[in-house]
């Protein structure tokens, strides 16, 4: 199992940034592939953003592609996700998740293929 630990939320203003990180532990990091989930209240947990195990690929959802950026740092077994020009409509829970048995370059993207969760960190974002 792994254990993952996020860290970065906070109340900002839109148009700001946050840089959350994602402090994974329990299993060999680059075996890996990472994600970022986010939900807001009253509503599922929607893909944000994945990165292959390699660090090589990455994939986004529509809605944050070109504000968003995800990275990895397997030497200190954490992930990250920048976020830029924040909107109010990012306002949510983020999730970091891991999946593990995927091929090098494979960024997966559905809930079903993570198997472990963090406990969430808050970004609120103010108009």
């Known amino acids: 199992q792994v254990q993952l630990v996020e860290s970065g939320g906070g109340l900002v203003q839109a148009g700001d940034s946050l840089r959350l990180s994602c402090a994974a532990s329990g299993r060999t990091f680059s075996g890996l592939a990472m994600g970022w989930f986010r939900q807001a209240p009253g509503k599922e947990r929607d893909f944000v953003a994945g990165?292959?195990?390699?660090?090589?690929?990455?994939y986004y959802a529509d809605s944050v592609k070109g504000r968003f950026t995800i990275s990895r740092d397997n030497a200190k077994n954490t992930v990250y996700l920048q976020t830029n020009m924040l909107k109010p409509e990012d306002t949510a829970v983020y999730y970091c998740a891991a999946a593990l048995g995927y091929g090098l370059g494979y960024v997966p993207s559905w809930q079903h293929n993570y198997h472990d969760w963090g406990q969430g960190t808050q970004v609120t974002v103010s108009s």
């Open positions: 990165i292959s195990r390699s660090g090589s690929n990455t």
